[in-house]
């Protein structure tokens, strides 16, 4: 007869309170989409194209090399 394998009960519940713990942290700190550009980074030139009911093109350039984020 073959042993039984048995999954350790405190491995077990650390893993619960480790996933526990982790679901919180990630699901309190939020994303934050908002811009932190400085004001050489503002889009000028913007241009729309190709719009439909749930997408668009969108282009536009800037003074300086910045970082940039669309919200809807």
């Known amino acids: 007869m073959k042993p039984e394998k048995h999954f350790p009960t405190i491995l077990g519940l650390l893993l619960l309170v480790a ?3 982790g679901g919180v942290i990630l699901t309190n700190n939020g994303v ?3 811009s932190k550009a400085g004001g050489d980074c ?3 030139t913007i241009q ?3 719009v439909t009911d749930n997408s668009a093109d969108i282009s ?3 003074s ?3 970082l940039s984020t669309l919200k809807n």
């Open 48 to 50: 729309m194209a190709n």
């Open 42 to 44: 503002k889009p000028v």
């Open 60 to 62: 536009f350039l800037t």
């Open 64 to 66: 300086a090399t910045c």
């Open 19 to 21: 996933g526990v713990a």
């Open 32 to 34: 934050d989409l908002r």
